[in-house]
């Protein structure tokens, strides 16, 4: 089974592994802080970057990089699951489709336009 592409990690998740095997962090509970149920991490990935045979050009995250990052950990949407910065964009997207349905079902908008509705003209 091939894998999943969105179970890889970023650059600045790679960094932050870094910093937490340079603490001497288990390799297990480094996963567990980068799975989340949009994405999971393989221990395998942990392991090629303790190794070093993936990510060798990537620098670990600075002490202030890794304490904030353990502050806001998990910061994760606790009702859709999706981490704030690692799905920002899906976040951002979801946002703007809640926006548009509520533009198109708010009570001072006069004109609908349907997909599939009869233009104006053409009205039977």
């Excluded at 095997?21 to 567990?32: E, N, T």
């Amino acid at each position: 089974m091939a894998r999943r592409p969105g179970n890889t990690l970023e650059k600045w998740e790679v960094a932050l592994v870094k910093a937490m095997l340079a603490k001497k962090y288990v390799p297990q509970d480094i996963q567990a802080y980068f799975s989340r149920p949009t994405r999971s991490i393989n221990h395998a990935r942990i392991s090629e970057i303790r190794d070093g045979t993936k990510h060798k050009a990537i620098k670990a995250a600075s002490e202030a990089e890794l304490d904030a990052f353990l502050e806001a950990w998990p910061n994760v949407d606790p009702v859709t699951g999706l981490h704030l910065q690692g799905d920002e964009l899906l976040v951002k997207a979801r946002e703007a489709m809640i926006a548009a349905v509520h533009t198109f079902n708010s009570a001072g908008l006069h004109f609908r336009a349907c997909p599939g509705s009869a233009p104006m003209g053409h009205l039977r």
